[in-house]
């Protein structure tokens, strides 16, 4: 499982050369070690590692060519390129718990994916453009926001999964409850943005979900071996992994 990997002085490179062939699960320890981590290479790192070699130039240039040819580096503008009209990404509503909806090369192979990955694509093609779009950790939705880039407040969401729809604060609200929220009172802080690791850390945490749902132990081994690489869950996923393991030795 190899991954090509590439040296950027700037996200908008346009002559990239190779530097070597790494495996995927140290790398994205290292990765994850760095404060100034790119999430791009981060969940591309994470798809090599599930799926297999993949070339990172490649998929790198697929997301610097969405940029490319947006029409306006506007929040609107990126909006309306990635998620409306005939090429759109669209939310899979029909095989939502699929894997490949967590993997950010098979979600722009497809052109399909859950909130958290679509809202990947929207933020590393924003950033590429220097818009200010960020990732929001709601609750069970994964949404992404505009944000004043003095101050990093929220100015307004939007729902990558449906559309692009525009949310203000109350439509929020209402997107939690309406898609079963867990009944807590709704917080406000869950509208603020979040990190590159927090975005990770959760797009780990559905592929190990939805490994033990279908019981695809090769899956949920290998994603257990990236989230050794998070000093955050090291611990844990070690004691798991040989509990899991225990009946073979």
């Not at 790192?45 to 580096?73: F, N, Y």
């Not at 090369?105 to 453009?129: H, K, Q, W, Y």
């Not at 200010?132 to 929220?154: C, I, K, N, Q, T």
């Not at 945490?205 to 279908?214: G, M, P």
Request: charged share 30%; net charge neutral.
């Amino acid at each position: 499982m190899l991954i090509e990997e590439r040296s950027r002085k700037h996200a908008g490179e346009r002559s990239p050369r190779y530097v070597g062939r790494v495996e995927p699960v140290p790398r994205f320890a290292e990765l994850m070690r760095r404060p100034d981590t790119s999430l791009d290479e981060a969940l591309l790192t994470i798809a090599a590692a599930v799926r297999g070699p993949l070339d990172l130039i490649e998929q790198l240039a697929r997301l610097d060519e969405l940029a490319a040819t947006c029409p306006s580096p506007t929040v609107e503008g990126v909006v309306r390129h990635l998620f409306r009209g005939p090429d759109a990404f669209l939310g899979d509503r029909t095989t939502y718990d699929d894997p490949e909806n967590s993997l950010l090369d098979r979600v722009l192979d497809r052109r399909r994916g859950m909130p958290i990955t679509l809202a990947s694509v929207a933020i590393e093609v924003a950033r590429r453009l220097g818009v200010p779009l960020v990732g929001v950790g709601l609750p069970a939705h994964f949404l992404v926001a505009e944000v004043d880039p003095s101050s990093m407040r929220p100015l307004r969401w939007f729902d990558c999964f449906d559309a692009g729809a525009a949310l203000d604060e109350r439509a929020c609200e209402a997107l939690y409850r309406r898609i079963g929220g867990d009944g807590r009172r709704f917080d406000a802080s869950w509208l603020l943005p979040v990190t590159t690791r927090q975005i990770v850390v959760r797009v780990l945490n559905n592929l190990k979900a939805s490994a033990q749902r279908r019981g695809d132990l090769r899956l949920l081994h290998r994603v257990m071996y990236l989230r050794m690489g998070l000093a955050e869950l090291a611990l844990a996923e070690h004691d798991e992994m040989a509990r899991l393991m225990a009946p073979y030795n």
